[in-house]
Structures are given as structure tokens and as C-alpha cells.
């Protein structure tokens, strides 16, 4: 079973900052949070992750709470081509915790 | 940087026929994952591979369904006298130790039974 919340759909202008917010209350400490996006009709994509220190690579931002219950993924100039479902999730990494536990996800439509 | 890839990219096939889907990993990456997603669904996970073995598949792998990875490369998932409930996106992803066992996607093939 997924072990996140995310809200089912979000809008975004084109430009500006998406932030995607995701609870994980139930969180382990050894659980890393995860995201990954899906583009209509394409496979999932792989964003970023992190344990509990925010972290940022080319494509987006990832802040996670003190308390590791909540995180908040940015995309910090969100363009069309960002449209897509976005997906929060948390596994052990380094283990035999081989299978993501995908949920329904955000739905982030981007407009002009 | 060669992704993930799958072959092929759609099949549409008829009740009973059986189907086969071939998935090449990432170079160097041991383990390799097979997911299902159904239409407005998120991708539910098949079964895993390290290496040549199969370690682990759900119980949505129906007797019908069969995977192999026989040489720890490429990897191959059948469908035996497919059904229309069969039809779906079959993604395969891969991941080595290196990059924390991060798991990248391939494009997926689209299964339409008819």
C-alpha cells in the first residue's frame, strides 16, 4: 500500500514556481522520499530523492520537514512541458525493498 | 546515456494469442523490474530480477504471465491466451547499487487485446 498523501490535481502558470506537497506521517527512518513524474503515455521519470537534508539537481527542488513527516517538491520555473502526473513515494534504499508503491498522485497541469 | 528500452512500443493483439515483451536495461545495472498500469491507474509492480534471478512476483502474475532474464541482460515477460483484462502499459525499470538502487523506467509497451 502507497504510504503518501498528495492532492489529486494542481494548477500552475507558466513561470512560475510549482510547489507539490506530499505527507508521509508514517515514515521510517531509514525511508528515503522519492519522486518521480509520468508524462502522458510515457514511462515514469525519475526527479529526485532524499533522506532528510533538502536536496536540488537540475530539475527540482526537494524539501523535507524536521520531523521527516511531510515534503514539498519545487519546480522552480514550471514550463508546459512540466504537465504531468507526479508521484510521491518512500522506500528503503540499499535493501531488498525492491518494489514502488505507486499512488494516485498529483495531476500538475501547467497554463500559459 | 542509453536508457531503458522496450520492444516493442504497442501491440494489439486478439483474445488468446499469446504476446512476448522484451526489455534491455540500462548497461551494468543487476536489477530489473517489470510493473503493470492500467489506465488512470499508478504502476503496480510484476516482478524483480538480480542479476538472472527472479526474486520476488506478485500475486498479479498470473500463471498465464511468465518472465525470464536468462543471461542477468535483457530481459523478456510473456503473456500466455491473453485476456482483454490483459490490456495495459508494461513497464520495465532498472537500478544498480551505485545510484541507491534508483529505479529508471523505460517507455513502456501498450497492450491492447482485442
Known amino acids: 500500500d502507497a504510504k503518501t498523501t498528495q492532492p489529486p490535481s494542481m494548477d500552475c502558470a507558466e513561470g512560475r514556481a510549482a510547489n507539490l506537497p506530499c505527507n508521509h506521517s508514517t515514515i521510517s527512518g531509514n525511508e528515503y522520499v522519492y519522486w518521480y513524474r509520468q508524462i502522458h503515455s510515457q514511462g515514469p521519470q525519475y526527479i529526485i530523492h532524499g533522506l532528510k537534508n533538502n536536496e536540488t539537481n537540475e530539475m527540482a527542488s526537494l524539501i523535507i520537514t524536521e520531523d521527516r513527516k511531510s515534503s514539498t517538491l519545487i519546480l522552480p520555473h514550471a514550463t508546459l512541458r512540466d504537465t504531468a502526473v507526479y508521484y510521491c513515494?518512500?522506500?528503503?534504499?540499499?535493501?531488498?525493498?525492491?518494489?514502488?508503491?505507486f499512488g494516485a498522485g498529483t495531476t500538475v497541469t501547467v497554463r500559459a | 546515456d542509453t536508457g531503458v528500452s522496450q520492444d516493442p512500443r504497442h501491440k494489439i493483439t486478439k483474445r488468446g494469442q499469446n504476446v512476448t515483451f522484451r526489455c534491455d536495461p540500462i548497461?551494468?545495472?543487476?536489477?530489473l523490474y517489470w510493473y503493470r498500469q492500467t489506465l488512470g491507474q499508478g504502476p503496480e509492480f510484476l516482478t524483480y530480477?538480480?542479476?538472472?534471478?527472479?526474486?520476488?512476483k506478485s500475486r498479479l502474475l498470473s500463471d498465464r504471465f511468465s518472465a525470464e532474464r536468462p543471461k542477468g541482460s535483457f530481459s523478456t515477460l510473456e503473456i500466455q491466451r491473453t485476456e482483454q483484462g490483459d490490456s495495459a502499459m508494461y513497464l520495465c525499470?532498472?537500478?544498480?547499487?551505485?545510484?541507491?538502487?534508483?529505479?529508471?523506467f523505460g517507455p513502456g509497451t501498450r497492450l491492447t487485446v482485442l
Open positions: 530480477f538480480q542479476n538472472e534471478a527472479q526474486l520476488e
Open positions: 525499470a532498472s537500478s544498480f547499487r551505485t545510484s541507491d538502487y534508483t529505479q529508471y
Open positions: 548497461s551494468e545495472h543487476n536489477r
Open positions: 513515494i518512500v522506500r528503503v534504499v540499499l535493501s531488498n525493498d525492491y518494489k514502488l508503491s
